[in-house]
């Protein structure tokens, strides 16, 4: 009888086992999913996998507002006039609607920059509103969907909530017109009011010459273990602290800035890409958003990104093997940024790099001009081509009304 | 009866069964809020080392094995920082202005390359403060990145048309860039033209407040070889072989050679730790002159190098032209 | 731990089980051969096995309900259970999410809290000096793998020869170029020849190098006149060179004199050399000098090609290049314009010049000079004809029937990686031996610390230090007597050297610098 007693503990001991087995079993096989098929996700071609017809609009919607200010060609949230550029010698664009997979409507809505050079997207909203206002009545493309086979590229910090307060953004929410369409756009915040389910995360954009003029050859011996330049704390805004960043870049400089380490500090340099080439990690801390170019241009330097911005929604995430090229660090972790850093295993560390020089993954995080294949503005049609067939719930029965025409802030009702 | 003791018995059984069904449900639910992590019931090893899965735990444990570290471990490897100034050169006298532009451009990479190719051999950790006027010039910015040393390259933007004060003005930048960012270590300020053996490095590193030794002065075709600095009984500084100046005043203070002492860089930002009141700190303008002062005040807290009765000359100042 | 502890209890809740399962043992004991009772049982540990397994996924269910909705369980028990798990589950990393976030993000809406956050700043201020070491070694490794994956394949042993001899500035020239030799990242091989045999002094210099040294000596003296010097130097060189023939060493030869200056790409680029190369060689010829200094014109002898205006304003000897990057010849230094004012002798306040060509321009595959070489250029002259001559031997090209055969390295010679800087103090100029002062310095700056005669002594708390105050009032008193005391007192520390009584002509009376 014995040894049906030990066959019994055995048993029961694989079972517990095994079930712990099965959680562990899940959790790989996901990372394994995004890993494996990474590579191959990237290299995909959209060409031929998707038509998209760009409405016509008046030149008041793009062409005007860009040569009222043309440094919006410069800053970070370019990508809403390149990838306008792109579409219309793209290959992918249809003359002809009846047949197009994708409707694309050219409108600038973050162009509207203070003199420094920030946008201020309080017109957006009513911007927006006549662009949609003018493609439903003379298309009869949206009122067959409501948008929802329609996408917008809307790159600023709280992208279709339209203010550049985080709490103002949230009380506001998603543009009400825009609740069925597909948004292309940088901020990524899981669970945020402001980030749209099937949401498209694209990187912020990164002037390409200029950082392409900046590469030093890779025997470039790297010589600083942490980089980061810019702010820890923003006085002008946030003058109690606590606010920017949550806190965390407070921490990382009152934590390291005695770390001969750490290199640290407010100042720009001259040569701040050529050191970003030269350092191991670069922080990539949230600011205002989760998301900052750093993370650009650590990809494209070389420098594994240390990711400090909790659910953070990554540009690409489906096709960039983010856990293998950065380190995630969780906001509360911040103070041991020096522990964390330094007990990855230096094999760890030598793999990311490894993965980091592939050049399918610095392209994908840049918009060229001219376009090149693989670039983001491929990886936004993977992205949407990936979307297609449209399910049914994308074409409106007859008599069906989702969308509230006279619904959000009464200022954004005034026509533009 | 045998039917009616078999059916109570069935019934027996079947409260046992249940009983131990249930107990199994209870273990199995009690399992499941263990956390499910692979590493944390089979090795717990893994998650560290991988880091990103980062767990409070050993947290705690690095930070009193921090604790106990730090009181001595701190200083035994201490970071030393040798600040270089890009035309210590600059003091001789080149008359003519123009030539004096290409060929100090020459001169200086050169010798920032020699002084790199020394730092490149001393044992880690080294961190090296480079400071320049800002300039288009990338050829300092070049030179640096290839060396493979961990430096900092610090640019100002004033001007200056006297050779010394703009001297004095990189290594004050040098030493508020320390104070700022409270690094600790052991500072030493590395000229363009000196030359090193490299025990030197390792000998500055036992410095706890102040350290100085002597220093070769060398001159291109001439006989004279002069050596300043400290005279020692052992470690002991007893006096100063200094050149004499007119201005009896200030000899104390300017006639010390500037790379011919160290200090540890919290007298910067931490004077009460040296029983000074923090009052004293406010030099920010000129925290160079604070730490000449100070070494020549505080002879009781400086060591002698080597510990030998300061004589053995371990660096020289080469003047080429 | 946490599951350690679960585990134990698991054993300890299977041995009851076994307990309580004994009197159901022993019921089935009656029958134990019967095959229908294992079925039973094997059904009944089936059926615990399944209950335990929905137990588990049961719990989870909880769990996730717990964190998903964070509101208050009823019982306080589950609280304690709650917040005792949550402290043992690793904090949450964006790389390897707790199950928990899925639920919760398919469950209720926004998790982003808006709002003030605590900046956290821990109590420990300073960096962990070990986990500034740890950093330290992967920056290396880093650097390390840098080099394995985009520098050379498979690197051929580098062999540096090194003209010297003792002087005042042997050890700052000596240390200089053994800094540079000890980074180059290749095999190296370091031939010092000495110039009157070797000497203890040199040796121990580069014994500290922990480089592959060969040490040999020269036996013949420096010469003080600069001309013969250049010609001694030469045949120094070519003694190192029959070591290499001799010795068979496989490499690229090249020759680092003791006051040149190096950048590491040298080395890289001399990897390139296939039999001989030529480099550019900087020479920092004017900054040599001391008074004349500003009276020296720039000599320009760089091609159009040159197109670098930084460099075109040193001198340089080494390839000159066509504009389709083909060897059309040497630069040379011209000297006749400084015949009158360049040094004669060591010492002399002039410059020093180079000669026409420099050695430190040559780099060479040793196996040149190889006696048995079957695969030799024919353009190769005999080594033993060439060393017969050795007064004429003024450069490498004497190797050379045809000088057409260098190759030129370093982007054509635009880049220079070499400096040659001939410095010198006068050779009759004196040093203390090693370096080593002795005996001690005058004092001409009191400590400050330290009672002099003319300031009111402190009086000394301990005896010891009364002592010493005492030394050092005398001292200062009578310089002579204190001296004596010193020397006869580091004489006996330093037994082993003798104290040198050095004198300077010049400065005799100045007490302000102790002069050697």
């Known amino acids: 009888m014995r040894d049906w007693r030990w066959v019994f503990i055995v048993l029961l001991y694989l079972a517990i086992s095994l079930t712990t087995e099965s959680f562990e079993f899940r959790r790989t096989q996901r990372t394994e999913r995004i890993s494996g098929s990474a590579g191959d996700v990237l290299e995909d071609n959209p060409i031929g996998r998707l038509k998209v017809f760009i409405y016509e609009l008046p030149s008041k919607y793009n062409k005007k507002i860009l040569q009222k200010d043309p440094r919006c060609l410069t800053h970070m949230f370019a990508a809403e006039i390149y990838m306008h550029r792109f579409l219309l010698s793209s290959p992918v664009r249809t003359l002809n609607p009846e047949e197009a997979d994708w409707f694309y409507t050219p409108v600038y809505t973050t162009c509207d920059l203070t003199p420094n050079g920030l946008p201020l997207p309080f017109k957006s909203p009513r911007m927006m509103r006549s662009a949609v206002q003018l493609i439903s009545s003379n298309w009869p493309y949206w009122n067959r969907t409501e948008g929802a086979d329609h996408f917008f590229i809307v790159p600023h910090d709280f992208g279709p909530c339209f203010h550049y307060q985080e709490e103002k953004a949230i009380e506001r929410g998603i543009l009400p017109l825009l609740e069925r369409a597909t948004l292309v756009q940088t901020f990524g915040q899981k669970n945020h009011v402001c980030l749209k389910d099937g949401s498209i995360t694209i990187p912020p954009y990164a002037p390409p010459q200029k950082m392409q003029s900046h590469l030093i050859p890779p025997t470039t011996p790297r010589s600083i273990f942490v980089y980061f330049r810019g702010l820890f704390y923003d006085v002008g805004n946030d003058p109690e602290g606590g606010y920017y960043a949550r806190g965390a870049r407070a921490s990382m400089w009152e934590n390291f800035k005695d770390n001969p380490l750490f290199d640290i500090s407010t100042e720009h340099p001259t040569t701040y890409y050529e050191d970003m080439q030269r350092a191991v990690f670069c922080l990539c801390p949230l600011g205002w958003a989760p998301w900052s170019p750093r993370l650009v241009e650590a990809v494209i330097y070389g420098c594994i990104p240390v990711i400090i911005a909790d659910d953070i929604v990554l540009p690409f995430a489906d096709a960039i093997p983010w856990e293998d090229i950065g380190v995630f660090v969780a906001e509360k972790d911040v103070p041991n940024l020096d522990t964390i850093l330094t007990s990855i295993h230096v094999d760890e560390i030598l793999r990311k790099q490894r993965v980091l020089a592939n050049p399918s993954m610095k392209q994908a995080m840049l918009f060229p001009q001219p376009a090149q294949p693989r670039d983001a503005f491929h990886q936004i049609l993977n992205g949407l081509a990936r979307k297609l067939p449209h399910g049914k719930s994308v074409y409106l029965q007859s008599g069906d009304k989702f969308l509230n025409w006279t619904a959000g802030p009464v200022g954004d009702l005034k026509p533009w | ?321 | 731990m946490k599951q350690l502890t679960a585990l134990q209890q698991q054993a300890r809740r299977s041995n009851s089980f076994r307990s309580a399962a004994s009197p159901l043992d022993a019921a089935v004991d009656g029958s134990v051969k019967s095959p229908a009772t294992i079925f039973w049982l094997v059904l009944h540990g089936l059926c615990c096995l399944i209950s335990l397994v929905l137990g588990f996924r049961f719990s989870r269910l909880v769990f996730f309900l717990l964190f998903a909705t964070s509101s208050s369980p009823s019982t306080t028990t589950t609280t304690t259970i709650y917040t005792a798990l949550r402290a043992t589950l690793p904090s949450s990393t964006a790389a390897a999410p707790p199950p928990e976030r899925n639920v919760s993000a398919a469950g209720d809406g926004s998790r982003v809290v808006v709002g003030r956050h605590g900046i956290l700043i821990r109590p420990w201020p300073h960096p962990d000096p070990a986990e500034v070491m740890t950093a330290h070694r992967i920056i290396e490794r880093v650097q390390f793998e840098q080099r394995s994956q985009y520098g050379l394949k498979s690197p051929r042993t580098v062999i540096a020869v090194t003209p010297t001899y003792v002087r005042t500035f042997q050890t700052l020239h000596l240390t200089g170029v053994m800094h540079t030799l000890i980074n180059v990242p290749y095999d190296l091989i370091w031939i010092v020849v000495e110039a009157g045999g070797t000497t203890n002094e040199t040796a121990s210099l580069i014994s500290n190098s922990g480089l592959k040294t060969i040490h040999i000596g020269f036996d013949r003296k420096m010469a003080v006149y600069w001309e013969d010097r250049h010609k001694l130097e030469s045949k120094m060189r070519l003694h190192a060179l029959r070591v290499v023939r001799e010795r068979k060493l496989d490499g690229i030869v090249m020759f680092a004199d003791d006051s040149n200056m190096h950048t590491l790409e040298l080395f890289d680029e001399i990897q390139k050399v296939k039999w001989i190369g030529a480099v550019s060689v900087g020479i920092l010829a004017q900054l040599g000098g001391s008074e004349e200094n500003g009276e020296l014109s720039i000599i320009n002898k760089i091609d159009d090609s040159q197109k670098d205006e930084k460099s075109s304003k040193l001198p340089i000897q080494g390839p000159a290049c066509n504009s389709s990057n083909h060897l059309v010849g040497l630069h040379t230094f011209d000297t006749r314009p400084f015949v009158d004012r360049s040094a004669r002798y060591i010492g002399d306040r002039a410059v020093v010049l180079p000669r026409k060509l420099e050695w430190a321009v040559f780099v060479l595959n040793s196996r040149l000079f190889w006696e048995d070489m079957t695969d030799k250029p024919g353009w190769v002259k005999e080594f033993d004809d060439v060393d017969r001559d050795g007064d004429d031997v003024e450069s490498p090209l004497s190797f050379l029937n045809d000088d057409s055969v260098v190759e030129p390295l370093g982007d054509c010679g635009r880049k220079v990686m070499v400096w040659w800087l001939r410095v010198e103090a006068r050779a009759d100029s004196k040093f203390p031996a090693r370096w080593i002062i002795d005996p001690p310095l005058d004092i001409t700056v009191p400590a400050k610390r330290t009672p002099w005669p003319d300031a009111p002594p402190e009086l000394p708390s301990s005896v010891e230090k009364s002592i010493t105050v005492q030394e050092n009032t005398e001292k200062h008193s009578t310089n002579r007597g204190s001296r004596k005391k010193r020397s006869s007192k580091s004489n006996k520390k330093h037994s082993s050297t003798t104290a040198k009584v050095l004198v300077d002509d010049e400065h005799v009376s100045t007490r302000d610098s102790r002069t050697f």
């Open chain 2, 1 to 321: 009866m045998a039917s009616l003791e078999r059916s109570k018995k069935k019934v027996q059984l079947w409260k046992k069964a249940t009983v131990h069904f249930l107990l199994c449900f209870v273990m199995g639910f009690f399992t499941g809020f263990a956390p499910t992590s692979k590493a944390s019931i089979f090795s717990s090893r893994v998650t560290m080392s991988l880091s990103s899965n980062y767990s409070p735990q050993p947290v705690k444990v690095f930070h009193q094995s921090r604790t106990q570290n730090f009181n001595r471990s701190l200083f035994d490897k201490t970071v030393s920082k040798a600040e270089h100034s890009h035309n210590s050169d600059k003091d001789q006298r080149v008359p003519e202005e123009d030539k004096r532009g290409s060929e100090e451009l020459n001169l200086r990479g050169v010798l920032l390359r020699r002084l790199a190719n020394t730092l490149k051999l001393v044992a880690r950790p080294l961190l090296w403060i480079v400071v320049e006027q800002l300039s288009e010039d990338s050829e300092v910015s070049e030179i640096l990145r290839k060396t493979g040393i961990m430096y900092r390259h610090v640019v100002f933007k004033e001007n200056f048309t006297d050779v010394d004060s703009e001297m004095d003005h990189q290594r004050n930048i040098a030493v508020n860039h320390i104070e700022h960012h409270r690094l600790s270590g052991i500072v030493h300020f590395a000229g363009l033209s000196n030359v090193y053996d490299l025990h030197f490095f390792e000998e500055i590193r036992a410095v706890e407040a102040f350290g100085t030794w002597p220093i070769a002065k060398l001159f291109a075709n001439k006989k004279k070889v002069t050596i300043e600095g400290p005279v020692c009984d052992f470690s002991e500084v007893v006096g100063w072989h200094l050149k004499k100046t007119n201005n009896v005043t200030d000899t104390r203070t300017t006639a010390l050679p500037i790379s011919s002492f160290a200090f540890n860089s919290s007298i910067l930002w931490d004077p009460e730790r040296w029983g000074r009141p923090s009052s004293v700190q406010d030099t920010s303008q000129n925290s160079l002159r604070f730490v000449r002062k100070e070494v020549l005040e505080e002879e009781a807290k400086v060591k002698g190098i080597p510990t030998q009765g300061c004589s053995k000359v371990l660096l020289w100042d080469l003047h080429i032209s």
